[in-house]
């Protein structure tokens, strides 16, 4: 049974570029869930989505936006990228009918931005 | 505004003896609790998770403790392995949030043989 997967595992981009980071979910998944990961840090929230629509965000400007497809796969988009915005990207999944809270990450993507 | 803190940046522990990790939450909609652990270069594992219905649940070596009027939760490992060096988080989250998890910094754990 596979994890949660993520792609690329590593990205490096410059200031101003736009990103697309890619996830599948845990089998048996439905809904996923976006963190940004900072050195030194606890993951964020960044936003959740379910059937195919954003349903909860946290704090981030609108350049973090995001997609969830019909098979449940997700990507997290970001835009005019800043140096700060260098961090471990993690995608976590959990199922509607076992409740949200238990979630399964997938190993991230590391972005640096330079 | 920290909602979640995990106080020790670090802990060491000899195997065989007991780690106790701890975490103090502020707010006090929070109604669930979860613990992860994290090796460098892999995505946090889910290892224990704990309702606020609740005051203890036990996973094998794992045993969770939530005091509530304290606002304060702690993991127990017993007894510890040098596998069981790792980043441990603590995590928080309310009902309405459905599912947006609070996480703490992150307590280094190491099991010294």
């Known amino acids: 049974d596979a994890g949660v997967t993520q792609s690329p595992t590593h990205l490096i981009k410059t200031r101003g570029q736009q990103v697309t980071l890619r996830c599948s979910p845990k089998?048996?998944?439905?809904?996923v869930s976006w963190y940004q990961q900072a050195l030194g840090q606890g993951p964020q929230f960044i936003f959740q989505?379910?059937?195919?629509?954003?349903?909860q965000r946290g704090n981030f400007p609108d350049r973090f936006s995001g997609h969830q497809f019909p098979n449940y796969s997700s990507e997290l988009n970001v835009n005019a990228l800043w140096l700060g915005d260098s961090a471990l990207y993690l995608c976590?999944?959990?199922?509607?009918?076992?409740?949200?809270?238990?979630?399964?990450f997938g190993p991230g993507t590391r972005l640096t931005v330079t | 505004d920290q909602q979640v803190k995990q106080n020790s940046p670090s802990l060491s522990v000899q195997e065989g003896r007991i780690s106790i990790l701890n975490c103090d939450y502020t707010?006090?909609?929070?109604?669930?609790f979860l613990w992860y652990k994290k090796y460098p270069a892999e995505g946090p594992t889910f290892l224990i998770s704990?309702?606020?219905?609740?005051d203890k649940n036990e996973d094998g070596r794992f045993t969770v403790f939530l005091n509530k009027s304290a606002k304060h939760l702690s993991l127990h490992i017993v007894p510890s392995q040098p596998g069981d060096s790792a980043v441990y988080f603590c995590?928080?989250?309310?009902?309405?949030?459905?599912?947006?998890?609070?996480f703490g910094k992150g307590t280094k754990l190491s099991v010294k043989p």
């Open positions: 976590a999944s959990s199922s509607s009918d076992r409740g949200y809270y238990e979630q399964y």
């Open positions: 089998s048996g998944h439905d809904t």
């Open positions: 989505y379910y059937e195919e629509e954003e349903r």
């Open positions: 707010n006090s909609m929070f109604d669930y």
């Open positions: 704990i309702s606020s219905i609740k």
């Open positions: 995590a928080a989250s309310s009902g309405g949030s459905q599912g947006n998890l609070i």
